[in-house]
């Protein structure tokens, strides 16, 4: 994973769920681009293999290593010594997110919790935490991972589609009263991507079904988020904050 361009660099980038999945791919493509980027999530194991790669293209803190910090966004005590352990941040990306399927008839608590904490609290406070910091250095960027299910609707995800709803709101009502100090809060939305997780569903009738009803005819790669990524994480979106970029083939844009 070679620097493949100066565009981020002397900027330092936290990224959380960064231990697999799209936030793994987010700290690639920001060390890629110059930034130091600290790892975040729970997975021990899981991140230091991810530093250890980050590493070996020579994108590194002062200290000549990837920082790791453990952190449960659900977790207050964990969020309480982020600032700390992280350092001074110019880039949040919070992806760290889960998700529930089921009937909202039947949707357990438990179920709706776990999404809320994760995906809207664990959000709020995880950039609650690296406000201060960004504040007194004059600014900063946030980018919240939300999603198209937080801007038009689904059967089956009530709580993940109802905590992206928010994750779309947050960034509007942090944009509004952060901008003061300098901090841009600016959202994501992917829509249908190919991963790990999913790729079983894309290759039964269903989901083909599903690829269909997107114009492009095409679900996203991971790369399709890399433009859209650097842009809101870098100084190219100075003049942008309250945003939210749908990077989904055009799925919002279809016929109903």
Not at 65 to 82: N, Q
Not at 153 to 160: D, E, N, P, R
Not at 178 to 193: E, K, T
Request: hydrophobic residues 50%; proline residues 3%.
């Amino acid at each position: 994973m070679p620097v493949v361009s100066e565009q981020l660099r002397g900027k330092r980038a936290l990224v959380t769920g960064a231990s697999s999945g799209l936030g793994a791919h987010f700290a690639r493509v920001l060390a890629a681009h110059g930034a130091e980027v600290v790892l975040a999530a729970r997975r021990a194991e899981a991140l230091e293999a991810l530093a250890r790669e980050i590493g070996a293209a020579g994108v590194v803190g002062a200290d000549g290593a990837v920082r790791c910090v453990a952190l449960d966004v659900t977790d207050a005590a964990s969020r309480a010594t982020l600032a700390d352990a992280a350092g001074p941040v110019d880039i949040l990306v919070n992806n760290a997110g889960v998700a529930r399927e089921g009937a909202a008839l039947r949707h357990p608590e438990a179920d709706w919790d776990a999404v809320m904490d994760t995906n809207l609290k664990g959000l709020f406070y995880v950039a609650q935490a690296l406000a201060p910091g960004m504040r007194e250095r004059g600014g900063g960027s946030i980018v919240n991972v939300a999603s198209i299910l937080g801007l038009r609707q689904a059967g089956g995800v009530v709580s993940y589609a109802v905590s992206k709803a928010g994750v779309v709101q947050l960034t509007k009502t942090l944009a509004l009263e952060w901008a003061r100090y300098g901090i841009r809060v600016n959202a994501l939305a992917p829509g249908y991507f190919d991963t790990d997780i999913n790729r079983g569903l894309w290759e039964t009738e269903a989901g083909k079904a599903m690829i269909q009803r997107i114009p492009q005819r095409r679900l996203g790669q991971l790369e399709d988020l890399d433009g859209p990524l650097l842009l809101l994480a870098s100084d190219a979106s100075r003049y942008m904050t309250g945003s939210v970029l749908a990077v989904d083939g055009g799925h919002l844009v279809n016929t109903l």
